[in-house]
């Protein structure tokens, strides 16, 4: 019964491949984001969905696309992996409200991606 | 640009109190979240502050002033497995709310 799911979780690849990494959540929320997690452990938002929209992108390479097929599925499609991208990949999901409310958001396992 | 400042490290003996900074420069800010992450694992949330003051969660504290853009995460009678970082984050709003990450405080807490 995890409540965010990620797959892989390790993934070793080669400079440029292409290589997805899938998300999923059971509490029902509406809103799912990915991060990304550097060796410094320096954690930044890279996208959200809510509701299968693209809400949020931040200056990310379009190398990156995400990918929503339902509220509780976010995916991740990296093209011509470079070796700055081995990184720990996090998703992550809250229910979005507005004004003075915490947005509690519950993180996956992480995919830990290598690029050599 | 948004951002937010930290300690790297923190280091402590077991039954001890630590004080973990936090100071933002945000726009758009609705209120200061804390993080736990141990190494290799996700972070969790521990804690959310949206008005001025304390907000006690069992051996856990965290405050806030919005006027000094300032906040901490205390921590008391420190156990073993309190050791991890501690990551303070920002809720902004630029239209869509997200959490803007502070570096992370490593806190090392020794027998």
């Known amino acids: 019964d995890t409540a965010v799911s990620q797959t892989p979780k390790y993934l070793v690849t080669q400079m440029g491949n292409d290589k997805s990494i899938k998300c999923e959540q059971n509490?029902?929320?509406?809103?799912m984001y990915w991060y990304k997690q550097d060796s410094k452990k320096f954690l930044k938002i890279m996208f959200s969905?809510?509701?299968?929209?693209?809400?949020i992108n931040e200056t990310v390479p379009n190398r990156f696309s995400p990918k929503s097929p339902d509220k509780a599925h976010l995916n991740l499609h990296i093209n011509s992996l470079e070796l700055g991208d081995s990184a720990v990949y996090f998703c992550?999901?809250?229910?979005?409200?507005?004004?003075?409310?915490?947005?509690?958001?519950?993180f996956g396992p992480g995919t830990r991606l290598t690029v050599l | 640009g948004q951002s937010l400042e930290q300690p790297s490290e923190v280091t402590a003996v077991e039954g001890a109190i630590v004080q973990i900074n936090c100071t933002y420069q945000?726009?758009?800010?609705?209120?200061l979240s804390w993080y736990q992450q141990h190494d290799g694992g996700a972070p969790t949330f521990l804690s959310y502050n949206a008005l001025d003051g304390l907000e006690e969660t069992g051996r856990f504290s965290s405050f806030l002033s919005r006027s000094d853009s300032y906040g901490y995460l205390l921590l008391q009678e420190l156990q073993m497995k309190d050791s991890a970082s501690y990551f303070c984050?920002?809720?902004?709003?630029?239209?869509?709310?997200?959490?803007?990450f502070g570096a992370g405080t490593r806190l090392a807490v020794h027998p």
């Open positions: 992550a999901s809250s229910q979005q409200r507005d004004g003075f409310e915490t947005d509690t958001q519950y």
């Open positions: 984050a920002a809720l902004v709003s630029g239209g869509y709310n997200k959490l803007i």
């Open positions: 969905y809510n509701n299968k929209e693209l809400i």
């Open positions: 945000t726009s758009g800010f609705y209120g």
């Open positions: 509490l029902g929320h509406d809103t």
